[in-house]
Nanobody, 129 residues
Framework: QVQLVESGGGSVQPGGSLRLSCAASESTSDSYCMGWFRQALGKEREGVAS????????WYGDSVKGRFTISQDNANNTLYLQMNSLKPEDTAMYYC??????????????????????WGQGIQVTVSS
């Protein structure tokens, strides 16, 4: 059972940047679909970005395209989400998720939360002036 732990959240002013990290308890460097999700107060959880650790299958939600970047450090079993040009509407609890899968599965999974098996506990991001 892969355990995921998010870090790097906090409060930032509009236009600022944050980088979230997701540390996995075991190697996810090959054949894992990993994603970032977020859930704002009173709203449904939505997909933010996903990546296939075996290479390619990058996906971004429309609301974050051009501002957020998902990346991985296979040597340290860590997933990142670089968030730039943050807006108040980015305020939410952010979750890391993973599932062992094929590249094609990951390409289809994208921001579908029901496709992922392992979840972190979440970390708060607040964008406010």
């Amino acid at each position: 059972q892969v355990q995921l732990v998010e870090s790097g959240g906090g409060s930032v002013q509009p236009g600022g940047s944050l980088r979230l990290s997701c540390a996995a308890s075991e190697s996810t460097s090959d054949s894992y679909c990993m994603g970032w999700f977020r859930q704002a107060l009173g709203k449904e959880r939505e997909g933010v970005a996903s990546i296939y650790t075996g290479g390619s299958s990058l996906w971004y939600g429309d609301s974050v395209k051009g501002r957020f970047t998902i990346s991985q450090d296979n040597a340290n079993n860590t997933l990142y989400l670089q968030m730039n040009s943050l807006k108040p509407e980015d305020t939410a609890m952010y979750y890391c998720a993973a599932i062992r899968s094929s590249r094609s599965f990951c390409g289809a999974a994208r921001g579908n939360q029901y496709s992922y098996k392992h979840w972190g506990q979440g970390i708060q991001v607040t964008v406010s002036s």
